[in-house]
């Protein structure tokens, strides 16, 4: 199967290269985990390669997506609006199963022939759409066989109960569906310094079986730390960007894959942001190694 980069800076080299393209992928977290910012980065990553997105949402309204991304420093998200490239379908408020049962469909012939990644964003409202196990299974599986005949779906799922229970009725349906799943595991009231991911599904791929340590940053959005460090706290002066330019230089002389204008252009703007932002578990040069490795650029 054809890998396609997830956006998630440290997630690829943890599922064999990235995701498979044509898969489905449910991201489950509890609230403030990341859910969405995951699934922002997503849909991101695939415009920078031309790819069209598809952002279906089921709670939140498209204008507050669009600010919470602006917030994470990913001014360019509207741009993509304007020009067609992202679309967003605001399923909230309607009936869920009516509207996957009778709207779908339609919409998806319309976008027959398309390259594009589709994020359902969350997916639990689907599930309480319908009160009977197999209806929620028959509507559930429905939308990811649907959804995937135009692109490479990533959908989200709220945890309820006990932290890690994955056990539930609304976990169990969509993790047996999916071809990947991905738990972001986050307490935020007992540990709120403390975010770890695993991959829990990966078809197809081989993957990490571990828990990993995750931050949130602006600029850099979601990222799994390859080890835990102590680093102070500190503001680094703008040399973050140097790095990355002298790296595209290196790059360019060896003859690596030429990034796109778009690529380019939000590599260069997320050194620039990163460089007034406060490192605090993850050491600044770190991170850019795991960005320049989401687009080839790693020294390995």
Same mark, same amino acid.
């Given at each position: 199967?054809?890998?396609?980069?997830?956006?998630?800076?440290?997630?690829?080299?943890?599922?064999?290269?990235?995701?498979?393209?044509?898969?489905?992928? +449910?991201?489950?977290?509890?609230?403030?985990?990341?859910?969405?910012?995951?699934?922002?980065?997503?849909?991101?990553?695939?415009?920078?390669? =031309?790819?069209?997105? +598809?952002?279906?949402?089921?709670?939140?309204?498209?204008?507050?997506?669009?600010?919470?991304?602006?917030?994470?420093?990913?001014?360019?998200?509207?741009?993509?609006? =304007?020009?067609?490239?992202?679309?967003?379908?605001?399923?909230?408020?309607?009936? *869920?199963?009516? *509207?996957?049962?009778?709207?779908?469909?339609? *919409?998806?012939?319309?976008?027959?022939?398309?390259?594009?990644?589709?994020?359902?964003?969350?997916?639990?409202?689907?599930?309480?759409?319908?009160?009977?196990?197999?209806?929620?299974?028959?509507?559930?599986? *429905?939308?990811?066989?649907?959804?995937?005949?135009?692109?490479?779906?990533?959908?989200?799922?709220?945890?309820?109960?006990?932290?890690?229970?994955?056990?539930?009725?609304?976990?169990?349906?969509?993790?047996?569906?999916? =071809?990947?799943?991905?738990?972001?595991?986050?307490?935020?009231?007992?540990?709120?310094?403390?975010?770890?991911?695993?991959?829990?599904?990966?078809?197809?791929?081989?993957?990490?079986?571990?828990?990993?340590?995750?931050?949130?940053?602006?600029?850099?959005?979601?990222?799994?730390?390859?080890?835990?460090?102590?680093?102070?706290?500190?503001?680094?002066?703008?040399?973050?960007?140097?790095?990355?330019?002298?790296?595209?230089?290196?790059?360019?002389?060896?003859?690596?894959?030429?990034?796109?204008?778009?690529?380019?252009?939000?590599?260069?703007?997320?050194?620039?942001?990163?460089?007034?932002?406060?490192?605090?578990?993850?050491?600044?040069?770190?991170?850019?190694?795991?960005?320049?490795?989401?687009?080839?650029?790693?020294?390995?």
């Amino acid at each position: 199967m054809k890998k396609i980069k997830s956006g998630v800076y440290g997630l690829n080299a943890l599922m064999d290269g990235g995701v498979n393209e044509h898969t489905t992928t +449910v991201v489950i977290g509890s609230s403030g985990a990341g859910k969405t910012t995951f699934a922002t980065q997503f849909l991101r990553r695939g415009l920078e390669e =031309d790819e069209d997105a +598809v952002f279906i949402t089921l709670d939140e309204a498209p204008n507050q997506i669009i600010k919470e991304a602006h917030l994470m420093g990913w001014e360019d998200v509207e741009n993509y609006v =304007d020009e067609g490239a992202l679309v967003f379908v605001d399923a909230g408020g309607k009936q *869920f199963s009516q *509207f996957i049962q009778k709207e779908l469909a339609e *919409f998806v012939d319309d976008w027959a022939g398309h390259k594009a990644r589709i994020v359902i964003d969350p997916l639990t409202p689907v599930l309480w759409s319908v009160k009977e196990k197999y209806e929620q299974r028959e509507l559930v599986s *429905f939308l990811l066989r649907e959804t995937r005949k135009i692109g490479t779906v990533l959908c989200t799922l709220e945890e309820h109960g006990t932290l890690g229970d994955l056990s539930g009725p609304e976990s169990v349906i969509p993790i047996y569906l999916a =071809d990947n799943v991905i738990h972001l595991r986050y307490a935020s009231h007992e540990h709120p310094e403390r975010r770890e991911l695993k991959i829990i599904k990966c078809r197809s791929s081989k993957h990490s079986r571990y828990w990993h340590p995750y931050g949130i940053m602006k600029g850099a959005g979601l990222y799994i730390k390859r080890q835990e460090n102590n680093a102070a706290e500190t503001v680094l002066e703008s040399h973050l960007d140097s790095i990355v330019k002298k790296r595209l230089e290196r790059a360019g002389k060896g003859g690596a894959p030429r990034l796109s204008g778009k690529a380019l252009t939000n590599l260069l703007r997320t050194a620039e942001i990163l460089a007034g932002e406060k490192f605090s578990d993850i050491k600044p040069e770190e991170l850019i190694e795991l960005i320049l490795e989401e687009y080839g650029l790693n020294d390995s």
